[in-house]
């Protein structure tokens, strides 16, 4: 027995009864496993701010961003001090739509075993989800965190840093530095310590903050004994990261491995360094326009039912100053 979206309970046929392309428990069963499976496989859109568009009409989103202001002296028996800032806003464009289609020939809805239809969804509700990490993870190019004025969006990683400060500073990263091979290094205890002071100096909240790094700079990171040993951290036993190998939080700042961590190019064209990402929830929006759906549809002419997911979704950065990258090597 499965039960859908709209909580009516329906029976299950097999593979081999099923004689028609509109057969119900095809659409809505796998309906519900790929949405979960796109859930299941996201790293990125669990930590930013959704914006819910659903069913709403329109391909871009302003949202307001309001000018901070300043608090004036009041002097006695005179006129208070207006603040007049001609407020701005940005503007969000919904222009990625990815679908995820294959072909289920009737021999084999008849002759193959039912899971077949739990791998499809699987593999759809990853590749969707994919998708979706691959562009949220894109815009951590745009962070300005780290810059001296950090509410103007960089692009192409013009305000990323690498990992090993110097003098007690964050280094910028130099795609030309060391005879055009770039200059990324890897985190290190003190690189993550300044990134919380640069995120706190840009009034950032604490509250949501997370690291988010690609799975060679967690090998590294678990080889910091100030991050893992019981001396330092007081976990003991199955919670010690040694026995688990899981990094976090540090400094307050939750860390997360992701795969889809983008790859960098050198300034010899060498993509041979990656993009980690240390930001607040806050700093990135996801606007989700068409929720994950799937639809059947038999194709006499292929004998097959042609099964397609897809998704709707935009987005863009919210708050530069509250995000900054880091660029490691691969």
Not at 124 to 144: W, Y
Not at 269 to 279: I, T, Y
Request: hydrophobic share 45%; aromatic share 8%.
């Amino acid at each position: 027995m499965a039960l859908g979206t709209d909580h009516v309970t329906t029976t299950e046929l097999s593979a081999a009864s099923r004689t028609r392309s509109n057969s119900a428990f095809i659409r809505e069963l796998w309906s519900d496993e790929i949405i979960a499976a796109y859930k299941v496989n996201h790293v990125m859109r669990p930590l930013v701010i959704v914006m819910n568009h659903n069913k709403k009409k329109g391909d871009t989103v302003h949202v307001p961003r309001p000018t901070r202001g300043s608090a004036t002296a009041k002097a006695v028996e005179t006129q208070v001090t207006l603040i007049a800032a001609q407020e701005t806003r940005s503007s969000y464009l919904i222009d990625q739509h990815w679908e995820y289609s294959r072909l289920i020939e009737d021999i084999a809805a008849i002759q193959a075993d039912d899971s077949v239809r739990a791998f499809y969804t699987d593999d759809a509700g990853f590749a969707l989800a994919q998708r979706v990490d691959t562009f949220l993870h894109a815009l951590g190019a745009k962070f300005a965190g780290s810059h001296a004025s950090p509410l103007v969006e960089g692009s192409a990683y013009s305000k990323a840093v690498i990992g090993t400060p110097a003098s007690s500073a964050l280094v910028l990263w130099d795609a030309a530095a060391n005879t055009n091979a770039g200059n990324a290094s890897t985190i290190v205890d003190e690189g993550v310590r300044l990134l919380v002071q640069e995120l706190d100096d840009n009034n950032v909240p604490s509250m949501g903050r997370v690291l988010v790094v690609p799975p060679v700079e967690k090998r590294k990171m678990l080889g910091i004994d100030r991050h893992v040993v019981f001396d330092q951290i007081g976990d003991a036993g199955s919670a010690n990261s040694m026995r688990t190998g899981y990094v976090g939080p540090l400094y307050g700042a939750a860390v997360y491995v992701s795969s889809n961590c983008p790859t960098v190019a050198d300034a010899a064209a060498a993509v041979d360094q990656r993009a980690a990402l240390f930001f607040q929830k806050e700093s990135l929006l996801f606007i989700e326009q068409l929720a994950p759906r799937t639809q059947t549809q038999y194709k006499q002419e292929w004998l097959s039912d042609l099964f397609t997911a897809d998704l709707i979704f935009g987005g863009g950065v919210l708050r530069p100053e509250a995000g900054i990258a880091i660029i490691v090597p691969a």
